[in-house]
């Protein structure tokens, strides 16, 4: 159990839905990243936030977005759902307490199909 | 461009034997990397990670080698389990410019009894 912690585990919506996956960090972490990992792909990074701040951007869609509250977890949004958006997204969270451990822990992961 | 490559996409190896498993990066300015096992329906878990400043880190039965002028690592597993069998994924950083770690495609490994 790495201590992230996400739901919902699974979710099923249709095409243009907009959808709210959760992701509660490792106690005293203050960075929190998301990842979308398609069929056979690799974890295509999309976005990171630290103590509640945009830190870093990747390859999100403009559909999507998130956010981090002063409790410290974690939000992504998804909205205009497409079938292609079906994956597996996973949050992970790392830098306890500003110590500056790179190393990311991984929750389990929330699959999203779109149909 | 994939900027962290794992161009093997599966490895079968036999119970008690060396596993090696390979990533190469283009990107110069990396300077931290890392190893994580994946099994079916959970998460990535750190496995063991390497500096730019070393050439080599072990942790039990896991070894990471880097070779920054080849711009490649490999991690060895010895002896390999059948526990081991797992998709296993190279991430890169290239620290001095944040936490965005680039991650590889992954590759299979089986480990046969």
């Known amino acids: 159990d790495s201590g992230v912690t996400q739901t919902p585990k699974h979710l099923i919506t249709a095409t243009g839905q907009r959808v709210t996956l959760r992701c509660s960090p490792r106690?005293?972490?203050?960075?929190v990243y998301w990842y979308q990992q398609s069929l056979d792909q690799g974890l295509q990074f999309l976005i990171q936030y630290y103590n509640g701040e945009e830190r870093a951007k990747g390859n999100i869609l403009e559909r999507f977005s998130a956010q981090q509250f002063p409790d410290l977890h974690s939000e992504l949004n998804l909205s205009s759902l497409e079938l292609g958006d079906s994956a597996l997204y996973f949050c992970a969270s790392s830098d306890p307490s500003g110590t500056g451990s790179y190393e990311q822990y991984f929750g389990p992961g929330t699959r999203l199909t779109v149909t | 461009d994939q900027q962290v490559k794992q161009n093997s996409p599966s490895l079968s190896v036999q119970e008690g034997r060396i596993s090696i498993l390979n990533c190469d990066y283009t990107?110069?300015?990396?300077?931290?990397f890392l190893w994580y096992k994946k099994y079916p329906a959970e998460g990535p878990t750190f496995l063991i990670s390497i500096s730019s400043i070393k050439d080599k880190n072990e942790d039990g039965r896991f070894t990471v080698f880097l070779n920054k002028s080849a711009k490649h690592l490999s991690l060895h597993i010895v002896p390999s389990q059948p526990g081991d069998s797992a998709v296993y994924f190279c991430a890169a950083s290239a620290r001095n410019y944040g936490q965005n770690f680039v991650f590889g495609p992954g590759t299979r490994l089986s480990v046969l009894p």
């Open positions: 106690s005293g972490d203050l960075s």
């Open positions: 990107n110069s300015m990396f300077d931290y």
